[in-house]
T-cell receptor, first 109, second 114 residues
């Protein structure tokens, strides 16, 4: 199972962009990178996923390094509602999401 | 309409009891999961079913038994509850079991063992 490493916490100001990094140096060629976030007292919420190319959706963008050993989740304008724990996970052919300890994002008003 | 719903939301019970947690999804998904989140907030997969067939069975004590009566439901029965079973249990579903399939989670069942 590919492991992921993320900073324990990050802070941002409201309305500013946030770049959340993730290392997954043991990722294999066909493994997908998934990002989820968990707001207090809620279940994880899917954010975005990708394989090789950068991906955009209404919630965020995902920038994947060329060697795929790292990725960055980009929130273009952080809001107070984006304060959550963000999990970077890698899914392989076992179809298991392996969650690490995540990054706790604090958004300052 | 809640996409993935779990009942009960809170469950407080005594050691040694048997309890069940129910999960239903109305997304038309084929695959469902159970995860456990412990006090340190680590999320770990326990089981996964695809079209009522067990496909993932992690190293979980056999006191835990999942049951899928149909593809919209995945229940979790726990026998002889122990203190270490205290955790938040999350149900999730995905359209299929592909590695590019997003999972949709319920809001969890908070199990406390006295």
């Amino acid at each position: 199972d590919a492991k992921t490493t993320q900073p324990n916490s990050m802070e941002s100001n409201e309305e500013e962009p946030v770049h959340l990094p993730c290392n997954h140096s043991t990722i294999s060629g066909t493994d997908y990178i998934h990002w989820y976030r968990q707001l207090p007292s809620q279940g994880p919420e899917y954010v975005i996923h990708g394989l090789t190319s950068n991906v955009n959706n209404r919630m965020a963008s995902l920038a994947i390094a060329e060697d795929r050993k790292s990725s960055t989740l980009i929130l273009h304008r952080a809001t107070l509602r984006d304060a959550a724990v963000y999990y970077c996970t890698v899914m392989d052919s076992s179809y298991k999401l392996i969650f690490g300890s995540g990054t706790r994002l604090l958004v300052r008003p | 309409d809640t996409a993935v719903s779990q009942t009960p939301k809170y469950l407080v019970t005594q050691m040694g009891n048997d309890k069940s947690i129910k999960c239903e999804q109305n997304l038309g998904h084929d695959t469902m999961y159970w995860y456990k989140q412990d006090s340190k907030k680590f999320l770990k997969i326990m089981f996964s079913y695809n079209n009522k067939e067990l496909i993932i069975n992690e190293t979980v004590p056999n006191r835990f038994s999942p049951k899928s009566p149909d593809k919209a439901h995945l229940n979790l029965h726990i026998n002889s509850l122990e203190l270490g079973d205290s955790a938040v249990y999350f149900c999730a579903s995905s359209q299929g079991q592909g590695i590019n399939q997003p999972q949709h989670f319920g809001d969890g069942t908070r199990l406390s063992i006295l």
